[in-house]
């Protein structure tokens, strides 16, 4: 059973890394879904997938830097206020409730699908 558990964490982690790599974002809300349906709390998973998120996030973007898709300096503006956005939404987890959080995001996830579907 331990090896059957460890495939589905590996297939898991796969697609979201692959989901973030490929699109830029979105490897947290595949995370979030998995991580609850493999045994994780509302909260834990939303924690646990900006967790796992950082260092894919780093590797995307170090080889988007190193592959010239990207300018360094075209994203240092937004990171002040990305950095401030992340401060303050760790705040704001810790207060709100697992049911408010679980209507938040999908309300989120939904608004996300329906814009990239008419863009």
Partial sequence: MKIKENVRIAVIGTAIGLVNGILGAGGGMLAVPLLKKIGFSQKESHTNA???????????????????FV?????????????????????????????????????????????????
């Fill in 50 to 68: 900006i967790a796992i998120i950082l260092p894919i996030t780093i590797v995307s973007a170090a080889i988007y830097l190193f592959k010239d």
């Fill in 71 to 119: 300018e360094i300096k075209d994203s240092l503006i937004y990171i002040p206020t990305g950095l401030l956005g992340a401060v303050l939404g760790t705040y704001i987890l810790k207060k709100i409730s697992p049911k408010w959080l679980k209507r938040i995001f999908s309300i989120l996830m939904v608004y996300a699908g329906v814009r990239l579907l008419i863009k």
